[in-house]
């Protein structure tokens, strides 16, 4: 197996990516980020969570750089770990590897992170077992310090490295709960499906369908989120719109598009999916 040193030059977000703020999220991020206090980003699937964090990495890094006079930005890394209930400490912090007769070690992610003073996203925390979102306690409050056990030491936070969490309320089950004492060391921040101009104006972005169809298809989420609770356990997502729209643009006639992007993932009951297409049906005749 080849284990490579993580180069924190790969991290960094070097385009502008298309995000349309819903509400205040960018003032908040900016004003937490400032002030160090790490953010929670809560909300169902395809909300536009992950989207935001890497446009706020390129938009602090744009910002600072205009503000210190740089001629070209440097550029925010952010490190992005999807958690999962395998996620060891290790996994994060790093290991010792035995190179030839060598004992070398490897920074993890968060480690590298820390000390470059990247943005580190922690996807999806409330996967990650209990004993691995500890080691974020000491980095997420006024100590900014990151144990290492492996080597006996600790690591002081660059100051630019800032943490960021999400988790989907929706999934999770009471013994998956953040505790408390993880929890109220962030600011949170709400996500939601934005409102019907909104939501069309995104997917008329992503999926470069027409107006009249991004319209449509805004309408449409809008519709099928009312059956989530009757009969959904969780709404359309945008993610799911836009992949709608994208097939209707590549020709796919627009209930057969929507289908397979939407109806046939929400639910695999029969029954549902009737009333799914029904609402479909109504949006496009
Ligand atoms: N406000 C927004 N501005 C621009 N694009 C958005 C916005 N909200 C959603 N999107 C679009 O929806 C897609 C899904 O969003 P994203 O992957 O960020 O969701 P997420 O909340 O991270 O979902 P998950 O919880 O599944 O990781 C994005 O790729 C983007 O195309
Ligand atoms: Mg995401």
Known sequence: MKVREINIEDYKIKERPYYLPIRDEVTIFRAAYESGIPVLLKGPTGTGKTRFVEYMAFLLSSEKSLKEGEDA????????IACHEDLTTTDLVGKYLLKGDETIWLDGPLTKAVKTGAICYLDEIVEARKDTTVIIHPLSDHRRVLPIDKKGTVLEAHPNFFLVISYNPGYQSLIKDLKQSTKQRFVALDFDYPSRDQEAQIIRHESQTTQEI????????????????????????????????????????????????????????????????????????
């Open 73 to 80: 930005p440097q550029g925010i890394s952010l490190v992005t």
């Open 214 to 285: 991004a319209y449509d298809l805004a309408k449409l989420g809008e519709k099928i989120r009312h059956l989530k609770g009757h009969a959904l356990g969780e709404g359309a997502s945008t993610r799911l719109l836009i992949y709608a729209g994208r097939l209707i643009q590549k020709g796919i006639p627009a209930r057969r598009a929507c289908d397979v992007a939407i109806t046939s993932l929400l639910t695999d009951e029969k029954e549902v999916q009737r009333a799914v297409n029904e609402v479909v049906a109504a949006v496009f005749p």
